[in-house]
């Protein structure tokens, strides 16, 4: 998946199955935007889920968004596990 306990783990030599850009959008107007690498030491698991942190934005209350992600490289090998984007308040997580 990418995940690295510190950023000097360098011990998985597969490539990361996720690459992506995202950006957030107000209107037509772009308020926040991002790359993930694929790579990152920002993910927590439980004992149903690994969850990856891929970005963040300030929001307003009751206010609506879209979201945009466009995946770099084909991720389809995760098809199988249902992945689900979550777009969460950090008091929410």
Known sequence: ????VSPSDNHCKWEPLLE????????GQVIAEGTDQGKSMD???NSRSLIKHIGSFRGKAKH???VE??????ASTL???QPHLIVATP???
């Open 64 to 66: 609506r968004y879209v």
């Open 69 to 74: 992600i466009t995946f770099k490289k084909d």
């Open 1 to 4: 998946m990418g995940f690295a």
């Open 43 to 45: 993910f927590g698991a």
């Open 79 to 81: 098809d199988v596990t």
């Open 20 to 27: 992506l850009n995202w950006r957030v959008l107000d209107g």
């Open 91 to 93: 008091d929410s997580l």
